[in-house]
C-alpha cells in the first residue's frame, strides 16, 4: 500500500474506487468540499443519506457514488477542533473508521480531502501529521493499494509530501 499526496479537486479523482467526504451530522449537502460532491454525485446523494443521520463523531458509512465515476463515497464525521474534547483522538479514529469501512467494502484506491480542517477549524500542520500516522498503520492491509490524500494548497499538499517521506525513512 502506497500514500500519496495530490494538489487538486477531490471530483476529480476518477481512478479512485472511493473518494471521502467530510460529512456534516445531517448528511445534508454543505458547503466547500461536501458541498462540491453533493452537486456533482446528484440529488440521490442526499435522498439516500438523509436516513443514515445523524452521523456521529467518528462514524464512518458508505453509500453509492450516484453520478460520479467512483463506486463509493465514504462519509466520515470529523471533531470541532475548538468544542469536541480530544479533537486529535477523534479525528484518528473518524480517519481509521474511514479505511476500516473501505477495507470491509474491499476499495483498493481511496481519496480523502483534507477532512476536519475546514469548517471544524483543524489546524492542518496536526491534520497532516494525523493522516500520515493513521494512514501508515495501514500499510500491510492486502485490500488497499493506495491511500490519496488530494489537497487544495499547494503548500498543504508539499507538507503531506514531505510527511510522508518522512514516513518512510523512519
Do not use: W
Not at 445531517?26 to 460532491?37: F, L, N, P
Not at 464525521?77 to 474491499?106: C, M, Q
Not at 476499495?107 to 480531502?113: G, M, N, Q
Request: with cysteine.
Amino acid at each position: 500500500m502506497i500514500v500519496t499526496s495530490k494538489f487538486g479537486d477531490l471530483i476529480d479523482q476518477i481512478d479512485c474506487d472511493a473518494i471521502v467526504n467530510s460529512a456534516n451530522s445531517s448528511m445534508r449537502a454543505g458547503s466547500g468540499v461536501c458541498g462540491a460532491i453533493h452537486k456533482a454525485a446528484g440529488r440521490d446523494l442526499e435522498l439516500n443519506t438523509k436516513h443514515l443521520a445523524p452521523l456521529i463523531v467518528p462514524n464512518a458509512v458508505i453509500t453509492s457514488a450516484f453520478n460520479l465515476p467512483n463506486k463509493y463515497i465514504i462519509h466520515v464525521s470529523t471533531p470541532k477542533f475548538h468544542i469536541d474534547p480530544n479533537p486529535h483522538e477523534l479525528l484518528a479514529k473518524s480517519l481509521y473508521n474511514v479505511f476500516k469501512l473501505a477495507e470491509e467494502f474491499e476499495v483498493e484506491t481511496i481519496a480523502l480531502p483534507a477532512i476536519g480542517t475546514g469548517i471544524h477549524g483543524f489546524p492542518i500542520d496536526a491534520a497532516i501529521a494525523i493522516y500520515a500516522e493513521v494512514a501508515s498503520s495501514f500499510n500491510q492491509s492486502i485490500i488497499l493499494k493506495e491511500i490519496r490524500f488530494v489537497f487544495m494548497s499547494y503548500a498543504d499538499e508539499i507538507a503531506m509530501s514531505r510527511r510522508i517521506q518522512t514516513r518512510i525513512e523512519i
